[in-house]
């Protein structure tokens, strides 16, 4: 039997990780670890490869962070863009939104977590905060469209709801843990569209 040469071993590790494989190991130490407490050997010890593996891949650990990041604001402004976010009442739009938002963390809950716990200490960081208040801004647009058309209740501020929506919905990253089967995401997505609409909902 030939025997693998050590380089070559070395090789075919860093061939079997892809981004995101390397991005699902990534997201789970910081969370973990906190972005600033993680180190490339970290990483690197967490993934099984070596540094110079995971540099093979991206320029250090701040890409990985604005790939990971990046990864969940794509999932929550592709929501804008979806045909129910676009036509329709300002209400149905709005709801669809907090709908989709829902499902979003729930399905990407690693990546959201990572994404609401950034505190803008580097440029990645900085950039997410930015993406994040320009999704916030455009959900606050909807909920005045649909205060200004009655279909909200008009004595709550539309930004403060705007907030008190996604203090909600972000709170569920602290204690929500998947199944095995998906039930319990999709009963809590109901719930959270329910009870947000039921207090909102102009009499």
């Known amino acids: 039997m030939v025997e693998t040469s050590r380089p070559a071993r070395a090789a075919a590790r860093r061939d079997s990780y892809t981004v995101d494989t390397l991005l699902a190991v990534t997201v789970g130490v910081f969370n973990e670890r906190g972005y600033d407490g993680t180190s ?40 804008l863009d979806e045909p129910e976010a676009q036509g329709g009442t300002a209400l149905s ?47 606050a647009e909807l909920v005045a469209e649909a205060v200004a058309e009655g279909q909200l209740r008009a004595d709550v501020e539309p930004r403060l709801a705007t907030r008190l929506l996604f203090g909600m919905i972000n709170s ?18 109901d719930a959270v569209t329910e009870l947000a609409f039921h207090g909102l909902r102009a009499p």
């Open 40 to 79: 490339m050997e970290d990483l690197s010890r967490a993934a099984g490869i070596s540094k110079s593996s995971i540099y093979h891949h991206v320029k250090g650990k701040e890409e990985l962070l604005r790939l990971a990041v990046g990864r969940a604001l794509d999932g929550l402004f592709g929501i």
């Open 93 to 139: 739009r709005l709801e669809h939104v907090v709908h989709r938002t829902t499902e979003v963390l729930l399905a990407e809950l690693p990546y959201v977590t990572l994404l609401l716990r950034v505190r803008g200490n580097t440029a990645a960081e900085q950039w997410a905060l930015q993406r994040r208040r320009e999704f916030d801004h455009r959900v």
């Open 172 to 189: 569920l990253v602290e204690w929500y843990r998947p199944d095995a089967d998906g039930r319990a995401a999709a009963r809590v997505v």
